[in-house]
């Protein structure tokens, strides 16, 4: 159960130090209390009621890391049902599976696609996070070989170990050091030694079960047995299947506070057919609802690129806008004569007008202005991007010891503003750019500064 501000302040030392860089005890209590800031940023807090409040003010579905450093994966974590109660919080792992009866070709062409299907998208670096390595006819051999091959060709891979057999999961991990792997898959069998394996080695463990019930039999062991990071499979090998068992799962752990379900599922489309469309269909359904980690056959760049950008939509806070630092930024080598421009700084104004400079191979200067992530015209609207405030930002921004010419172009949409920034602006021309920015390059080819 939640604890309430006021429960946490009644834990805290009460000194109003200021060290947590919260003024008060009682602030920071709330903010705690609202899963805004850590119980860990104040130091003076007993262990004790570190861990009573960490308890309490855990996600009903636990974050779970496979991975070291900056390129781990991070799953789970998840606070809610729908998106518009809260946010999403960690994006559906997309993961490619090798296994152990696969050609040389089969599995250097996956490693290949591994780490070549990346992109560039609002900022944002989109790719598969994980590799699964499977032990598909049960020789250690070959499977810790396999481990090896796909650890050194695809270096920052998060690996998915998948063994029965605990002690080929040992072998495995060995190999990856510091990469600490999810072990998968625990089943009635091979329980306890799992367990063991992963407290000595500290991974997480993925549950392999038969069914829903089976599942959280095995889960409910593995709490016992003190083992905390568990990501779950229930089983289920259709999309209907997988569906309502990943909707049962979140809900029983959100609302229900159920913990032997209160993990991430790992959900299996490389299992469900042999139609790459539809499995790409199907894992795209799981990555809407619930899936922490989906396992596909391979990767192919037009499947895999939009269950990217479903995972960047859903998984993106609608709360905080993507935005860009304001800044200038210099495209394609500007100099003294190069056009000014200026646009928002919401994130897609900004790659898609950056975008249409670059391509027209104008060297150009784009200053981005700080409008809270509001796009032009809503920031106008808003008050955040008028004549006075674009007039302060042009005038400590720089942009006047860069150019010798002083000529502004604005967005086409801000025509109304004109007057208003010339008289801002005494020693600027006011320029109006076209309304769509796929229209830039073309006028950007003809630009001239005004003469004065
Ligand atoms: S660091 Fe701890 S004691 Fe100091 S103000 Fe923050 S919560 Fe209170």
Redesign the pocket.
């Known amino acids: 159960m939640a604890l309430t501000g006021i429960q946490i302040l009644k834990m805290?030392?009460?000194?109003?130090?200021?060290?947590?860089?919260?003024?008060?005890?009682l602030a920071?209590?709330m903010k705690v209390a609202a899963g805004q800031v850590e119980i860990d940023?104040?130091?003076?807090?007993s262990e004790e009621a570190k861990a009573t409040i960490g308890e309490a003010s855990a996600p009903p579905i636990r974050t779970i890391k496979i991975g070291s450093g900056d390129s781990a994966f991070t799953g789970g974590g998840e606070t809610c049902l729908y998106r518009h109660e809260k946010r999403f919080e960690n994006a559906t792992g997309l993961a490619v599976l090798i296994g152990t009866d696969m050609s040389d070709a089969d599995v250097d062409g996956r490693i290949d696609r591994f780490k070549s299907l990346r992109y560039e998208r609002v900022g944002v670096n989109l790719k598969a996070d994980l590799i699964a390595v499977k032990d598909a006819d049960g020789d250690q051999g070959k499977f810790t070989a396999l481990v090896k091959k796909v650890l050194d060709g695809a270096e920052d891979a998060n690996l998915i170990l998948m063994s029965d057999n605990a002690a080929s999961l040992a072998e495995g991990t060995k190999l990856c050091g510091e990469r600490k792997p999810l072990l998968f898959g625990v089943n009635a069998d091979n329980i306890t030694d799992m367990a063991s394996l992963a407290k000595e080695t500290g991974c997480p463990l993925g549950v392999k079960g038969s069914n829903l019930d089976n599942t959280v039999e095995l889960s409910e062991k593995l709490i016992g047995d003190g083992i905390k990071d568990i990501v779950i499979d229930t089983g289920a090998r259709t999309m209907r299947a997988a569906l309502d068992d990943n909707i049962v799962a979140r809900r029983a752990a959100v609302k229900s506070k159920f913990k032997p379900l209160g993990f991430p599922t790992i959900a299996f489309p490389c299992e469900m057919t042999d139609d790459p469309m539809m499995e790409a269909m199907i894992a795209s359904v799981l990555i809407a609802k619930y899936a922490g980690i989906v396992v596909l056959s391979d990767l192919q760049g037009d499947l895999l690129f939009p269950l990217l950008l479903e995972q960047l939509n859903l998984f993106t806070d609608p709360q905080r806008p993507m935005v860009v630092k304001e800044d200038i930024y210099n495209i394609n080598g500007p100099d003294e004569n190069a056009p000014v421009l200026i646009t928002c700084n919401f994130s897609l104004t900004y790659f898609i007008v950056s975008g249409e400079i670059e391509g027209s191979n104008v060297p150009s200067w784009l200053l981005i202005k700080d409008t809270e992530g509001l796009s032009v015209l809503t920031a106008w609207a808003a008050g955040k991007f008028g004549a006075d405030l674009i007039a302060q930002f042009i005038k400590k921004s720089g942009i006047e010891d860069k150019v010798k010419h002083r000529d502004l172009i604005i967005p086409g949409y801000l025509a109304s503003i004109k007057g208003e920034l010339e008289e801002e602006l005494p020693d600027w021309t006011i320029t109006m750019g076209p309304r769509e920015a796929g229209h830039l390059p073309a006028f950007l080819k003809e630009w001239k500064p005004a003469a004065k």
């Open positions: 805290l030392p009460k000194t109003n130090c200021g060290e947590c860089g919260i003024p008060t005890c920071f209590a940023l104040c130091p003076d807090v």
